[in-house]
């Protein structure tokens, strides 16, 4: 699809020179946060499924810092909550 598979034959190496540092540049230089989950049809990868986030502004109302799980640390970029059921 995107004409890179003579380029970069071994996932690994599109991983590594690609898409984390595609990403790592994304997650610093923009209010976005990008994650990739990488899905496999038995043992290869067919699909990248991305997420994009905007980071939750913490109040300062609170005086006891709380743990945060990652649902709770990051928001949907569609302003909606992710479907936890």
């Given at each position: 699809m995107l004409g890179?598979?003579?380029k970069y034959p071994a996932f690994s190496d599109f991983r590594k020179r690609c898409l984390e540092t595609s990403i790592e540049e994304i997650?610093?230089?923009?209010?976005?946060?990008?994650r990739y989950e990488s899905i496999?049809?038995?043992r290869t990868?067919?699909?990248?499924?991305?997420?994009?986030?905007?980071?939750?502004?913490l109040t300062q109302s609170s005086t006891k810092p709380q743990s945060l799980d990652a649902t709770q640390e990051l928001a949907p970029v569609s302003g909606r909550s992710p479907d936890l059921s």
């Open positions: 890179l598979e003579n997650n610093k230089k923009t209010k976005l946060q990008v496999r049809t038995g990868i067919t699909h990248i499924k991305f997420s994009f986030y905007r980071p939750v502004k």
